[in-house]
């Protein structure tokens, strides 16, 4: 049963240090996503990725929040330094286009998400 | 852009009982995916059901099933003899070309023994 997994599932660390979350899609998926959940704003996407390049992450603080994708296996998003508000769920996706493998096209499969919070 | 609506913040269904949630989306693309996520007390999104806006036929799944009107715009989940487990957050997506999903703000659905 193929899944995206998220690590770490929970995080809790101080204002100011540097958190990376991680994620490894579903094999043969060539498109990766990141969202934040919170209960003010819902869910929020940050980036995604098509085939490891990065297509969008307007969603993003770019002073603190950067998304890469070393691998086609790994996605990672981290944030330097960390903040209270940064505190959330931190969800990733992934997906395939037409013609490709490893479900449905154009659907997200989501993991199970990373609960960060910021003291 | 395209936007989703949920226009119910909350439902209530009792056991056995079916119950409908309601959505709506605007966008001028003739060719996009709608899809309902649920998101039970784990936060894990949970793929429910999924319709394609070129298929006429209403997708189902089990006990799930979709009203899906495209002219009217709207997409709205049936879900038959309710359990306790369907007990959850139920997003609303819609896709189209190469965007990511865009959600609904959510309906949370209570399930009463």
């Known amino acids: 049963d193929a899944r995206v997994t998220q690590t770490p599932r929970h995080k809790v660390t101080e204002m100011g240090q540097e958190v990376t979350m991680r994620c490894q899609p579903i094999l043969g998926h060539n498109t990766v996503f990141w969202y934040r959940q919170t209960m003010m704003q819902g869910l929020e996407l940050l980036a995604y990725?098509?085939?490891?390049?990065?297509?969008?992450d307007s969603g993003m603080p770019k002073d603190r929040f950067s998304a890469e994708m070393p691998d086609a296996t790994l996605a990672t998003l981290k944030i330097q330094p960390s903040e209270p508000r940064d505190s959330a769920v931190y969800f990733c996706?992934?997906?395939?286009?037409?013609?490709?493998?490893?479900?449905?096209?154009?659907?997200?499969?989501f993991g199970p998400g990373t609960r960060l919070t910021v003291l | 852009a395209q936007t989703v609506t949920q226009s119910q913040p909350e439902m209530s269904v009792q056991e056995a009982e079916t119950v409908t949630l309601s959505c709506t989306y605007d966008t001028s693309e003739s060719d996009y995916y709608l899809f309902w996520y649920k998101q039970p007390p784990s936060r894990q999104m949970i793929l429910v059901i999924r319709?394609?806006?070129?298929?006429?036929q209403n997708a189902t799944e089990n006990r799930f099933s979709v009203n899906f009107q495209k002219a009217a715009k709207s997409f709205s989940l049936k879900i038959s003899d309710s359990q306790l487990g369907d007990a959850a957050m139920y997003f609303c997506a819609y896709k189209g070309g190469n965007t990511p999903l865009v959600f609904g703000k959510g309906t949370r659905l209570s399930v009463i023994a």
């Open positions: 319709q394609e806006a070129y298929k006429q």
């Open positions: 990725f098509r085939n490891r390049a990065p297509l969008d």
């Open positions: 996706a992934s997906g395939s286009t037409p013609g490709l493998a490893g479900g449905k096209a154009d659907t997200q499969y």
